[in-house]
């Protein structure tokens, strides 16, 4: 259930709450989820695994500094994460919404996650 409601909330979330802009980013990040997504499908196993990486570690490092950047109590549990998994729900949700960058999605990721303190 708690899937369901992330996913359908997702695409309005991801247009409003987004930390950074494309323009600001380099990496992953900064590319669209259409150009991802044809990667991908024009991609062999070895290159889609090496993909799959390189976004999980650019998501990893793009949460940690949105961490870094809020009190201790504003800071978000990241470490039940995986990178694999976390990497897999990007890009399919890449697949259903084209018109977003990568950093829109995992911006959407973090907002989700619970908070390791209070949260105020």
Not at 23 to 38: A, T
Not at 89 to 115: E, H, K, R, T
Request: some cysteine; charged content about 15%; hydrophobic content about 45%.
């Amino acid at each position: 259930m708690k899937s369901k409601l992330f996913a359908a909330s997702f695409g309005a979330v991801a247009l409003v709450c987004s930390a950074a802009s494309a323009g600001d980013l380099k990496g992953f990040g900064s590319v669209d989820c259409y150009s991802v997504v044809n990667a991908w499908n024009a991609s062999g196993a070895a290159d889609r695994d090496k993909m799959l990486t390189a976004i999980g570690q650019w998501s990893f490092g793009y949460l940690s500094g949105r961490n870094a950047t809020v009190a201790v109590s504003q800071r978000k549990e990241l470490a039940s994460l995986d990178n694999d998994q976390t990497a897999m729900f990007i890009l399919n949700q890449c697949a259903s919404y084209p018109g977003l960058y990568i950093y829109q999605i995992v911006d959407v990721i973090y907002d989700a996650a619970p908070y390791v303190g209070t949260g105020v």
